[in-house]
């Protein structure tokens, strides 16, 4: 829960360029997205305040809110130890030395001071402009006090949501299947690959996990009856039940408005796309060809499926109407591209490619112009299954950049990349979830 504090927002710093819009929306600091001129904004992130018992929260609530504002690829987060300003200084711009931030290149300066209230921490969250020497943001922001972490998300959050108009997505989760101890593990991560916790734990194989839109189910492929079934693990209760009764189906994913799940299903050594309603009823078959067809992925709209087909002779990506009409391909380019996923913007499909080398990529290629950019190159033998952040701004994928296959959250450009949850034993196929509710 939010409780604005402030009067609304005056006009600040414009960074690049301000987007066009009424005035009255121009009263907001605005990063522009996707500029060719973009660079990352300067900002200060002062130690948070905290008394008593929020003094540990205080800290590791700053720690996180640096972290993710790092990851987002908008800021250039300074390094406090290079801090000029008194700590002690108060939180009204009339008592804040601007000068002494300036003088470390900060653009902009954040401040909180967290206190307890019931079963809540509150962090005061102030944000200024600091070359106009004014505040922009103050904002109460709540979460349960014994999850800090989840703290500093939230205030991530509305940081971002300042200087984009966008929603953060730092309150979102990350799932992921590890393989150790000869156990195949479902593993939920916090959109930093860090709190890891384990969902689901089994000796039979699990793969391709899939969020229902409403971030309430999981969607798996088990092989609990020895053969590949679609599975949904609710989340309120770990509750594992089966979908469908089609024999041999996998990569199951919901469709944007979660009325509906397509998957592939494989007879006689000939695999097909299908859909089906949520439920696991009404399943019908989408593509008939004599080819490998498969891996499902659903466009924003709800209106096309991303797949894959090595119908001309190789895998290749392949876009149809969600009826299973007007199929056309859409890479040209490689000879062994797979794993489609749709982003959220609907502008760009990632996909994994891999080259001559053996060696495997993540890309990117518009679903209308056919504009591929490549996002990896001489960064590990397998950089692979791309899943976007619900707001389509970033990717994560699996990486073995480091020795074991970790994942790395990217923009779009694949200029800026970050490992994350390293350390944790080898994970695969991840999954970013949608928007907490």
Same mark, same amino acid.
């Given at each position: 829960m939010i409780r604005r504090l402030s009067a609304p927002l005056l006009a600040v710093l414009a960074v690049l360029a301000v987007l066009a819009a009424p005035a009255a929306a121009q009263e907001r600091p605005t990063l522009v997205i996707g500029s060719p001129s973009f660079q990352p904004l300067p900002i200060a992130v002062a130690d948070f305040a905290g008394e008593g018992e929020a003094r540990a929260a205080a800290r590791e609530t700053t720690e996180v809110v640096r972290g993710d504002l790092a990851l987002s690829g908008l800021f250039d987060v300074l390094d406090p130890k290079g801090f000029l300003a008194d700590p002690a200084e108060g939180y009204a711009a /009339? #008592?804040?030395?601007?000068a002494r931030w300036a003088d470390v290149g900060a653009d902009g300066l954040v401040r909180a001071r967290l206190r307890r209230e019931g079963a809540d921490a509150v962090a005061d969250l102030h944000v200024y402009e600091v070359r106009a020497g004014r505040e922009t943001l103050a904002v109460a922001v709540r979460a349960p006090a014994a999850n800090p972490r989840a703290l500093g998300h939230r205030?991530?959050?509305?940081?971002?949501? %300042?200087?984009?108009?966008?929603?953060?997505v730092f309150s979102t989760q990350l799932a992921a299947i590890r393989k150790a101890r000869g156990l195949f593990?479902?593993?939920?991560? $916090?959109? $930093?690959?860090?709190? !890891?916790r384990v969902l689901? /734990?089994?000796? #039979?194989?699990? %793969?391709? !996990?899939?969020?229902?839109p409403d971030g309430k189910e999981l969607l798996l492929t /088990?092989?609990?009856?020895?053969? !590949?079934?679609?599975?949904?693990?609710?989340? #309120? $209760?770990?509750?594992?039940?089966?979908?469908?009764?089609v024999p041999n189906a996998m990569g199951g994913v919901y469709s944007p408005d979660g009325t509906q799940i397509a998957f592939t299903a494989t007879e006689g050594g000939n695999s097909d796309v299908w859909v089906m309603a949520a439920d696991g009823t009404g399943a019908r078959k989408l593509t008939r060809e004599p080819a490998l067809d498969l891996s499902p992925s659903w466009s924003p709209d709800g209106k096309r499926i991303a797949f894959v087909s090595d119908r001309a002779g190789t895998p290749q990506i392949y876009v149809m109407a969600s009826d299973g009409g007007g199929v056309r391909r859409l890479t040209f380019q490689g000879n062994y591209n797979q794993t489609p996923q749709w982003s959220p913007r609907g502008d760009l499909v990632a996909f994994t490619a891999r080259d001559e080398r053996k060696v495997f990529d993540v890309f990117v290629i518009s679903p209308d112009s056919g504009?591929? $950019?490549r996002i990896t190159q001489d960064q590990g033998r397998t950089n692979e299954e791309p899943t976007w952040a619900p707001n389509g701004r970033l990717l994560?994928?699996? #990486?073995?950049?480091?020795?074991?296959?970790?994942?790395?959250?990217s923009d779009p450009r694949g200029d800026r990349q970050t490992p994350v949850a390293a350390g944790v034993g080898e994970l695969s196929a991840p999954a970013w979830g949608p928007f907490a509710e």
């Open positions: /009339s #008592s804040i030395r601007f205030v991530a959050d509305e940081i971002v949501r %300042l200087y984009t108009r966008e929603r953060g593990e479902l593993v939920l991560f $916090d959109a $930093d690959g860090k709190n !890891p689901l /734990s089994e000796r #039979s194989i699990l %793969l391709t !996990p899939s969020w229902r /088990s092989y609990r009856t020895g053969r !590949p079934e679609l599975w949904a693990l609710r989340l #309120s $209760d770990r509750a594992f039940r089966r979908l469908g009764d504009k591929i $950019d994560a994928f699996k #990486s073995d950049r480091k020795g074991a296959a970790l994942l790395v959250v």
